[in-house]
């Protein structure tokens, strides 16, 4: 070997623990696996996303984008720029609306008569056209949706893909004749990132609204799916949101309905960016390194032959056979037939690399017409037949899937805990992390005094129908005033 | 009939002539076909990109991708933002280098320190990490691609797709271990925007190369395809640009060879925008509006039925009937069943938005098992069995690529003419434009004269081994100056 696999090997390795420094394991394992690289000096809070970490988005969007366009969503494309007077429009929808944007200035040698504002999402852009484009009834529902890149300038500190200032998603807007199908609209974007968390992503998400205080500037309602994280904190998934008729006022979008009738819409807006990546990488990896569903995974099974000198032939043409027995069949398949590197060393890599599924292949198998079958997530290991090889690699890929998934499920049914009074929440979060679930009065300060004291807050109510403790119904007090509760609130730290 | 109806049939006809006012006809097909609109005021020269217009992008885009990915080609993602400090390092590579961009100097409340561009194309935010990811030959070729938006600050007339300062394109970069590899690429990447222009868009182009003067700044060899424009002038339609060494140099992309021998890598760039829209719409369209090839039409097939209110329902159960076996099959179908609509208007409707072939069904048709299919480019009608629909459909759908394509070739043949004197340039562009294919020094003086005198320029010249009179065999002289000829120009006015 030269040395350059000597630097390789001695790089190859995450270093860092899942479990006691999640923060910067996570930064280990998305660098080594060739997921993505930091921002060139001076432009902290950016990342140049590498091929790897980029080809789980292509999956992760067009698993996304097929559900769109199946339930009447047509992508477009809108500037990249808002002129400032646009996003000063929405002051009208929100009081103290004071977007932390990039600003562009100059074009050329010129200075700008009025200042651009690079998209921090395009609702101010967007919905004036929406308001051309729709004139009567039979021009409802409209919907659009761009796949584009936004700017925010947060100045936190970084993590690739959970807080980036660029970041990818994409962002839906539709108008509607009147509130029900806006809800409808509203929910059914909801159902399709809760579906591309649970069965592409195989992360369990919860499900329901954000308090009053933290809506989306202008919506009547921000719901949200929620996904717990390994170091007990909760990530904001996705979000959809209905906005009532505040956006149609602002930006006059009106109908006229089948009387002739002048009406106002009802519009929503969703979004799901590439900190749904983050969650991914964040909850299925290990200390070896990336570890990925087959629904995502690049290469789903990786063929690593064993050979010694006089038996390379024979396991070479062997692993080859069955390579294309299942490319053919449409599985995503790699022979590592390198020369340079031993299995050993192939073994690490793809195990860094995130591969679900590894076939180990030596003169043995070859013999016995078998494979080695190893799993990603806990080395399980077993021996399948050569006959019905695409058959077995399958239900193999589907277990690892379901590994993954039950996984996850059992981590987050274990941490959503039971609190009654605010000193409970507190001990609760504070020495378990995860989720605290408590009767609430719907009081901003009762959210704030928890905040306070433990940073601390509300992530989550759940939905009327999905909380039989909801309402006049509520048997409960708010754990935090003591004032009659009238909803369930999950309290959590946060991303 | 609603007043609405009313309205949009008035707007619904082209009114501009594609002969007489090609620019001011172009601008309503764009428009009256839903492919676009202009931007904000205040941002002159963006567009906002419609559904109908962004399904033509998402097809052409699925198309190239899917030869890029057979080709060793991964997508990634970089910053859209490129530190000034960047930007200027390509001046150790190019004399008097420019950029017309759009600069942002704030981010939030604050100024930044470093202005920052956005990207106008990623040479100067790639090419060092490329630098990083390359080590050692085994990392060669090393291929990235991204799909994006840049911006650059032109100051002209805006012409949607054609020109705009915010423009979606693809930009791939390549690293190689020498000339060759890098050569190679290039023209790979040259042979695929040809496919797809001649395969997927069916307008036939020239290949060649740019002259010196006129080469991407720090390329060795800047290829092109040229498509010819119904007012006679040349679009280019992608380029490939062999860079050499010149940017590895600048950016320190250096790999250990297999002797362990530091070398210096050879790099490649290339890109395709949605300037090719411009040239689709431009190309095959007609003074009833939008004429697309079937390869990119979001709809195919329309099937506009014909009833009286007795026959109704057996003609709506036969279309409906042809149109589930046209799904079926993958044929992109719309039965066009609205009450609302007569079948005059739904023949202009679909006429305008470019819908390459009608079904018309009526009780004739049902009654004697037959469709009566309609080509949108030359109306030309026939009748098909309901016996095998499926293959009819697709048979009629080629023949209409067939007659776009054969009628694009037919007329970029007509206009190459050959001339021999600078006069006979001038004159023979000045009354038919297209091509003028003239024996050239390769003295940029020689395009100069021309240039001053008729906005004309060289736009390619064809490569060495696809031209007989290149090179020391060149029997001419050059038809501007007189000296010897060395290649074969090609002028043309340009967009």
């Avoid at 080594?32 to 999956?59: C, D, H, Q």
């Avoid at 981590?411 to 009767?439: D, F, M, W």
């Avoid at 129908?465 to 003591?482: L, M, T």
Wanted: aromatic content about 10%.
């Amino acid at each position: 070997m030269s040395d350059d696999d000597g630097d390789a090997e001695q790089e190859l390795g995450v270093t860092k623990s899942k479990e006691y420094e999640t923060g910067e394991w996570y930064a280990e394992v998305v660098q080594k696996a060739g997921l993505a690289n930091y921002g060139p000096e001076g432009m902290s809070g950016f990342i140049v996303t590498r091929p790897r970490g980029y080809a789980l988005w292509e999956r992760v969007q067009s698993a996304l984008d097929a559900k769109f366009k199946d339930t009447g969503v047509q992508n477009a494309y809108f500037p990249m720029f808002i002129p400032e007077s646009y996003l000063e429009a929405e002051k009208d929808i929100v009081e103290g609306f004071d977007p932390e944007v990039a600003w562009v200035t100059h074009g050329g040698h010129e200075e700008l008569e009025e200042r651009l504002a690079v998209r921090p999402t395009s609702e101010s852009i967007i919905t004036p056209y929406i308001s051309q484009w729709v004139r009567s009834h039979r021009d409802l529902p409209l919907r659009v949706n761009q796949w584009c890149s936004v700017v925010r300038w947060e100045a936190t500190e970084t993590k690739p893909f959970f807080r980036t200032k660029e970041f990818l998603w994409q962002e839906g807007h539709t108008a509607h004749a009147d509130r029900d199908d806006a809800w409808e609209e509203t929910m059914l974007r909801l159902d399709q990132y809760e579906s591309v968390y649970e069965d592409v992503l195989a992360i369990p998400v919860l499900r329901g609204q954000k308090p009053e205080h933290d809506k989306f500037p202008g919506a009547d309602t921000t719901t949200t799916v929620e996904a717990l994280m390994p170091d007990g904190k909760s990530v904001q998934g996705a979000t959809s949101h209905h906005l009532g008729t505040s956006f149609a006022e602002a930006f006059d979008i009106t109908y006229s309905d089948e009387d002739e009738e002048e009406q106002l819409a009802h519009t929503t807006s969703w979004g799901f960016s590439w900190r749904a990546l983050g969650a991914l990488i964040m909850t299925h990896s290990d200390d070896q390194g990336l570890v990925l569903p087959p629904t995502v995974a690049p290469t789903q099974v990786v063929i690593v032959p064993i050979w010694q000198a006089d038996t390379k032939a024979d396991v070479l043409e062997y692993a080859e056979g069955i390579r294309d027995d299942l490319a053919d069949a449409g599985v995503r398949v790699e022979l590592d037939d390198r020369d340079t590197r031993n299995p050993g060393f192939k073994f690490n890599e793809h195990e860094l690399n995130g591969v679900p599924v590894r076939f180990e292949i030596g003169p043995h198998e070859e013999e016995d017409g078998e494979v080695t079958v190893v799993h990603r997530p806990d080395g399980e290991q077993s021996t399948v037949d050569r006959d019905g090889i695409v058959d077995a690699a399958r239900s193999h890929l589907d277990e690892v899937f379901a590994k993954l998934y039950a996984d996850a499920e059992e981590t987050l049914e274990g941490e959503v805990r039971e609190a009654s009074s605010r000193n409970e929440i507190l001990g609760t979060i504070g020495q378990h992390g995860g989720y605290v679930k408590a009767p609430w009065c719907g009081d901003e300060d009762c959210e704030a005094e928890v905040k306070d004291q433990l940073a601390a807050e509300i992530v989550m109510v759940p939905f009327a129908d999905e909380d039989d403790r909801r309402g006049d119904d509520h048997d409960d007090d708010c754990a935090v005033c003591g004032d009659r509760a009238t909803r369930t609130a999950y309290f959590a730290k946060t991303y």
